[in-house]
């Protein structure tokens, strides 16, 4: 692949960003008002958001969560048929993966600045704005990976089958009667792993340093949000030190960063 031809096919042209713009604008506004939702192990995730945004803390004790008679499940104690949280002591924890709950504070914040919130005003738990928080971030997460479908494909793909790789990723998929459904753990990391495809096809021989670095970095973050992610993650490594063996020290930096 010699550089003009890559450097060809990096430039964004003026057919290419209209058509992620509409892509993007279709595919958010399909997800965000399709009727149906699914909030069950991520319920809470956007409450633990709220605790790290406000207390900078990943205990829920301060907010009013009844104290249920413990229910062992999963190796632990949990608050009673609330499985997703976890009893520690005295404390209340959010049991599943916390990656998406981190990674999602700034929308909460927005959310927040918006009057929009997972805690009510005396402190109790708001599930219907837990779910608006949920399905308006996956809507947002699930049409930029869909938009990077489209501009990754344009890479390797003619304009016409690149629109169609990102129609039926959108529509064909889990993507929208799943991952787009509620803040799943594999919403965000389907974000983060669109990201990671489109730099390494990008990348190659021609970014700097810091950018492979960038690329190693959404490696690390997609395994802490699922663990079952890290067979994805040594894939994509081995295509790295495939592509060029001194990526090894981005394989290495991603995950510890």
Same mark, same amino acid.
């Given at each position: 692949?010699?550089?003009?031809?890559?450097?060809?096919?990096?430039r964004?042209?003026?057919?290419?960003?209209?058509?992620?713009? /509409?892509?993007? $604008?279709?595919?958010?506004?399909?997800?965000?008002?399709s009727?149906?939702?699914q909030?069950?192990?991520?319920?809470? #995730?956007?409450?633990?958001?709220?605790?790290?945004?406000?207390? !900078?803390?990943?205990?829920?004790?301060?907010y009013?969560?009844?104290?249920?008679?413990p229910?062992?499940?999963?190796?632990?104690?949990?608050?009673?048929?609330?499985?997703?949280?976890?009893?520690?002591?005295?404390?209340?924890?959010?049991?599943?993966?916390?990656? #998406?709950?981190v990674?999602?504070?700034?929308?909460? $914040?927005?959310?927040?600045? /918006?009057? *929009?919130?997972?805690v009510?005003?005396?402190?109790?738990?708001?599930?219907?704005?837990?779910?608006?928080?949920?399905?308006?971030?996956? &809507?947002?997460?699930m049409?930029?990976?869909?938009?990077?479908?489209f /501009?990754?494909? !344009?890479?390797?793909?003619?304009?016409?089958?690149?629109?169609?790789?990102?129609?039926?990723?959108? *529509?064909?998929?889990?993507?929208?009667?799943?991952?787009? !459904?509620?803040?799943? #753990?594999?919403?965000?990391? +389907?974000?983060?792993?669109?990201?990671?495809?489109?730099?390494?096809? &990008? &990348?190659?021989?021609? *970014?700097?340093?810091?950018?492979?670095?960038?690329r190693?970095?959404?490696?690390? /973050?997609?395994?802490?949000?699922?663990?079952?992610? +890290?067979?994805? *993650?040594?894939?994509?490594? $081995?295509?790295?030190?495939? !592509?060029?063996?001194?990526?090894?020290?981005?394989?290495? &930096?991603?995950?510890?960063?």
């Amino acid at each position: 692949m010699n550089e003009f031809w890559l450097q060809a096919r990096l430039r964004i042209g003026k057919r290419n960003v209209i058509a992620s713009g /509409l892509i993007f $604008a279709s595919t958010y506004l399909i997800f965000l008002f399709s009727p149906l939702y699914q909030v069950s192990d991520s319920k809470y #995730s956007m409450l633990l958001s709220q605790s790290l945004l406000e207390y !900078r803390s990943f205990s829920l004790d301060h907010y009013a969560i009844p104290r249920l008679k413990p229910a062992v499940g999963d190796l632990t104690y949990k608050n009673g048929n609330m499985y997703q949280i976890e009893l520690v002591g005295p404390h209340l924890y959010y049991f599943p993966a916390q990656g #998406s709950s981190v990674l999602s504070v700034p929308y909460v $914040a927005v959310a927040n600045a /918006l009057g *929009l919130s997972a805690v009510n005003e005396d402190g109790t738990y708001n599930a219907l704005g837990e779910i608006k928080i949920q399905t308006g971030l996956a &809507a947002l997460l699930m049409a930029v990976a869909v938009t990077i479908f489209f /501009l990754t494909s !344009r890479l390797i793909l003619p304009f016409g089958w690149s629109v169609v790789v990102a129609v039926g990723a959108a *529509l064909g998929t889990q993507i929208w009667s799943t991952a787009s !459904r509620g803040l799943w #753990s594999h919403t965000w990391t +389907t974000f983060l792993s669109a990201l990671v495809v489109y730099l390494l096809l &990008a &990348a190659d021989h021609s *970014l700097p340093a810091a950018v492979r670095s960038f690329r190693g970095n959404r490696r690390g /973050l997609a395994c802490r949000i699922r663990a079952l992610f +890290t067979l994805s *993650l040594r894939q994509a490594g $081995a295509e790295l030190l495939r !592509r060029k063996p001194a990526n090894v020290f981005c394989i290495c &930096a991603g995950p510890a960063g």
